[in-house]
């Protein structure tokens, strides 16, 4: 976390709002300043600095309950109470690449990406701290796009906070992670490695400082919402309107510390890109509008670059209307809010060296998107030179312009003549009109002690009266006078402010410190200054200056009334602090202190230990824990499990917490060793091999193999476990199964013991393992055997289907329907397994069994197709066929014509003429 502070908020002086910045960023001190605030609301009560843990000489910083004021409001969708630390991972890939000031000697980095730490101071609370990438929807693997948004805008909120400084906020690790230029602020996680409730926290003395860093931010401990998290940071006040750095100048204020003049001290101030004043004006010019005689002029910057609270431009311009507009850094659109982010509350005057000046202070707007100047429209008088000058402001009766810096972006629209506009407004006459002097530029010699008037105006006469002003070192600016500011005249109970000898003008707020009598210095009466818990008042110190060293004691409960963290008084070794005496005053030995089991009398020397009851031990853990007693000094054992009922009550193994398991033997060995439970009193068995568990646990036996629930110590695999047909070995991992003999299938039976009849099955070709030899499975008639060595044996598994019977599995034959035009094949009756080609036969109108359509067989050229032998077969010539007078005989493979006798002759083969005789196929010859 680096710093900035609360702001819109009246802080009461008691909440003490620690800066970070000099804890982590400087690491100059440990105590700091209150963060300048508005009038507009109080601080929530539950946003509370946590102080200084100077155990592990930290800051933190938390919120144990958010309160929205009516000025920021968390979107519903953006909080979360959730508090659990996530699983931790790391995401090496950056999602994007920001730098505020890229080049800058000082480096601030924003880690979100996880993280692993180790070997750092942190280290000595724990040794090695996880932390889990920035997450808001549980996947911490990557980032998503949401994620992405947030991120970016949580770094420009705190580049916003150090604009003004020669930082560069990243979130890029530094090329040297041994560097002394950089400090790491790790965001992510819900901090469950460190107790309370801080949502932040960083060792004091920390930037530069390896081994001391980082500083965590906990975003699961500020519900998750962005703005808590950037503003936790930077140590703000949540919920705030304006966040800026303070000297207290604000009602209430309880911490004086100038912080910018220390964090510039330590890293220095970013660059000027303006001028500060109308010697060293920047020069720019507008773009001309298009037809038009007006030019428009768009500028950004930052307020306080370089230390200086102005940025001064110069710009020529004719006489006429204009309109001018600034907004800080724009607000952040978020479920539905605005979320300011601007540290700059913002003036701009517009004058000239005639004496025409133009203020248009900033207003707040309604939604506060923007603490903005909305356009405003006034009228330049003359033709000629203008400055414009835009500033940090104040608020008249809550804060200072002290905070009042950041980026600006300026908007301008003005008249120039058409022969003017591309003039160059930097680019003065030869012979300028002399300027007239102002006190700051050279610095008018005021006498010592006193301070010069920076206000940047010019003065036709420069004089001490004009240019000098008292100081609360002395009021009284002649220079052979020195009168400091009396903060104990009249009814004043207050004391000097030495810290601002050299500020001024002098005034009460700003020379004057709060008194013990009176801290309060906005506020009528006597307000006394209000101690740390677990510290008294010092009444003797009524009028010293308002601090805790003056105006507080200490007492047995809080030695150190300079923090809020109570530093209780140190009782020596065997003693414990007294509760009763705890806010006594001085502190002593005899009013601090207590007996403890490691020293039952205080009062005698040397220690005097509490004596426990036989069969018990002495609890070293409480050695200085008391009042001293056998339930706080002694621990059970085994052989005694109670220490306040006499004699021994063993713990009982067979039954422990009042559970009969009766799964443990009692272990004598450990007789006298505690706390008693299951693992130090008793032995593991069969039954239940793991003491660690509530319940039996039953060895966990090899696969394959069976467990016992022998009540057997030690448990192993021959005393818990047995043989199966699955694993006959016990001694080893890999499964041994029971040999079967050659053609008996095993059982995989988990069986014990593992025998022939419980591991094997019987066959098809043998059906009793019992009987010497093969006893086969009995098939349905009609059905052929299949001699095979599988089983169990069954119809399916040992039996083919024929012709006569095409299902083992019903009663009865099921005989083979062939297709309609062919024939059940009787020489295939008890062949298997069935089919058209093997239980079928063709015939002359189909001859082939397996196509689906009628193939009628083909008969030779010169015969005639048999219709008479249409369904028989199988099909032949012989049989399909006709003879004909010119083929007489179809099973022959040559035609043979029907023989006439001598003398006649064979009639014509066309057409061919069946039932061949020797009417029908002679034809008698003519006598010649």
């Known amino acids: 976390?680096?710093?900035?502070?609360?702001?819109?908020?009246?802080?009461?002086?008691?909440m003490r709002v620690l800066q970070l910045l000099q804890q982590l960023l400087l690491a100059i001190v440990s105590t700091s300043s209150s963060s300048s605030s508005s009038s507009s609301s109080p601080v929530p009560s539950a946003v509370t600095s946590q102080g200084v843990d100077e155990v592990n000489e930290a800051l933190q910083y938390g919120c144990s309950q958010l309160v929205t004021t009516t000025l920021e409001t968390i979107p519903t969708s953006d909080a979360t109470d959730n508090t659990t630390e996530p699983k931790v991972a790391k995401i090496d890939a950056i999602p994007f690449i920001f730098n505020s000031r890229?080049?800058?000697?000082?480096?601030?980095?924003?880690?979100?990406?996880?993280?692993?730490?180790t070997n750092t101071t942190w280290n000595l609370l724990q040794s090695t701290i996880l932390t889990s990438p920035y997450d808001k929807d549980g996947d911490i693997?990557?980032?998503?796009?949401?994620?992405?948004?947030?991120?970016?805008?949580?770094?420009?909120?705190v580049a916003e906070d150090y604009a003004p400084f020669n930082i560069d906020v990243t979130n890029m690790p530094p090329p040297d992670l041994l560097s002394p230029t950089y400090t790491r602020v790790v965001i992510g996680g819900a901090g469950s490695w460190y107790s309370g409730s801080a949502g932040g926290v960083a060792n004091l003395n920390s930037f530069g400082n390896v081994t001391a860093q980082p500083a965590f931010v906990f975003p699961m401990r500020l519900t998750n919402f962005t703005k808590n998290i950037w503003e936790a940071v930077s140590h703000e006040g949540y919920l705030s309107r304006l966040t800026q750095w303070s000297k207290g100048e604000y009602p209430g204020a309880n911490q004086l510390q100038d912080d910018i003049a220390i964090i510039a001290s330590k890293i220095g101030w970013a660059p000027q890109d303006a001028g500060t004043s109308a010697a060293n004006a920047l020069a720019v010019r507008g773009t001309p509008t298009a037809g038009s005689t007006?030019?428009?002029?768009?500028?950004?910057?930052?307020?306080?670059?370089?230390?200086?609270?102005?940025?001064?431009?110069?710009?020529?311009?004719?006489?006429?209307?204009?309109?001018v507009s600034v907004d800080g850094l724009e607000a952040w659109f978020y479920g539905g809010s605005y979320l300011n982010r601007t540290n700059v509350e913002l003036t701009v005057r517009i004058w000239n060296t005639a004496g025409d000046e133009k203020i248009f202070p900033i207003e707040p707007t309604t939604p506060l998107q923007t603490l903005n100047v909305p356009a405003a429209t006034s009228v330049l008088p003359i033709d000629g030179t203008y400055y414009i000058t835009v500033s940090g402001a104040g608020l008249d009766g809550s804060y200072s312009s002290y905070g009042s810096m950041g980026k600006f972006s300026l908007s301008l629209e003005y008249p120039t003549s058409a022969d003017n506009q591309f003039a160059a407004a930097y680019s003065p006459d030869p012979s300028p009109t002399p300027v007239p002097p102002t006190c700051s530029n050279p610095p008018y010699p005021c006498p010592p002690g006193s301070?010069?008037?920076?206000?940047?105006?010019?003065?036709?006469?420069?004089?001490v009266a004009t240019c000098c002003?008292?100081?609360?070192?002395?009021?009284?600016?002649?220079?052979?006078?020195?009168?400091?500011?009396?903060?104990?005249?009249?009814?004043?109970?207050?004391?000097?402010?030495?810290?601002?000898?050299?500020?001024?003008p002098a005034s009460l707020d700003i020379c004057c410190v709060a008194s013990c009598k009176d801290y309060d210095m906005s506020r009528q009466g006597n307000q006394r200054f209000p101690c740390y818990p677990g510290t008294v008042d010092n009444t003797a110190n009524a009028f010293s200056p308002g601090t805790d060293l003056n105006c507080c004691l200490p007492t047995c409960l809080d030695m150190d009334v300079t923090t809020d963290i109570s530093e209780s008084f140190e009782c020596p070794a065997g003693s414990l602090p007294n509760v009763a005496n705890e806010l006594a005053t001085p502190p002593t030995l005899q009013t601090c202190c207590m007996t403890t089991c490691a020293d039952a009398n205080i009062t005698q020397?040397?220690?005097?230990?509490?004596?426990?009851?036989?069969?018990?031990?002495?609890?070293?853990?409480?050695?200085?824990v008391g009042p001293a007693s056998n339930t706080l000094c002694c621990s059970p054992t085994c052989t005694d499990t109670n220490v306040n009922l006499p004699g021994n009550q063993a713990y009982n193994c067979s039954a422990p917490n009042g559970i009969a398991f009766n799964g443990m033997l009692t272990n004598t060995a450990n007789a006298m060793t505690g706390p008693p439970n299951d693992a130090r009193c008793c032995l593991a068995t069969c039954k239940d091999f793991n003491l660690q568990s509530s319940g039996n646990q039953a060895y966990p036996c090899p696969s394959g193999t069976l467990g016992n629930s022998l009540l057997v110590n030690p448990p192993t695999n021959m005393t818990c476990c047995q043989p199966t047909c699955v694993d006959t070995n016990v001694n080893t991992s890999a499964s041994e199964g029971f040999v079967c003999p050659a053609g008996y299938p095993p059982s995989n039976a988990k069986v014990t013991p593992p025998t022939l009849t419980a591991c094997c099955l019987p066959t098809c070709a043998d059906t009793n393992l019992t009987e010497s030899g093969n006893q086969t499975w009995s098939c349905p008639a009609g059905t052929l055997l299949t001699p095979v060595s599988n089983g169990p044996p069954t119809n399916v598994l040992c039996c083919t289907a024929t012709c006569v019977d095409q299902n083992v599995t019903e009663p009865g034959s099921q005989t083979w329907i062939c297709p309609a035009g062919t024939l059940n094949d009787p020489a295939s009756a008890l062949l298997g397994p069935p089919s058209n080609s093997v239980c079928c036969m063709g015939t002359c109108s189909d001859e082939y069994v397996d196509i689906s359509d009628y193939q009628a067989w083909t008969c030779p050229p010169a015969t005639l197709p048999n219709q008479a032998s249409a369904l028989l077969g199988p099909p032949a010539d012989s049989l399909c066929c006709s003879p004909t007078c010119t083929d007489s005989n179809a099973g022959l493979d040559n035609l043979q014509p029907w023989p006439c006798p001598s003398g006649t002759a064979l009639v014509s083969s066309s057409p061919l003429i069946g039932s061949p005789s020797y009417e029908r196929c002679c034809l008698v010859s003519a006598i010649c």
């Not at 693997?141 to 909120?157: D, Y």
């Not at 301070?451 to 004089?463: E, Q, S, W």
């Not at 009249?490 to 810290?499: C, E, H, M, T």
Request: aromatic share 10%.
């Open 294 to 323: 007006t030019s428009s002029l768009k500028l950004e910057g930052i307020v306080g670059a370089n230390g200086v609270q102005s940025a001064v431009y110069m710009f020529n311009a004719t006489s006429g209307p204009f309109t």
């Open 451 to 463: 301070m010069v008037n920076n206000d940047g105006i010019f003065y036709d006469v420069l004089d």
């Open 469 to 504: 002003f008292a100081t609360c070192g002395d009021t009284d600016i002649s220079p052979d006078k020195t009168t400091p500011f009396n903060c104990q005249a009249g009814s004043l109970n207050f004391a000097f402010n030495v810290a601002n000898t050299y500020l001024g």
């Open 1 to 14: 976390m680096a710093a900035a502070a609360v702001a819109d908020a009246k802080e009461p002086a008691s």
């Open 141 to 157: 693997t990557t980032f998503s796009p949401q994620e992405k948004e947030e991120m970016m805008a949580i770094l420009v909120a």
């Open 102 to 117: 890229p080049g800058a000697p000082y480096t601030l980095w924003l880690d979100f990406a996880g993280s692993t730490i």
């Open 605 to 624: 020397e040397g220690p005097q230990p509490w004596v426990c009851p036989s069969g018990t031990l002495t609890n070293t853990a409480n050695a200085n």
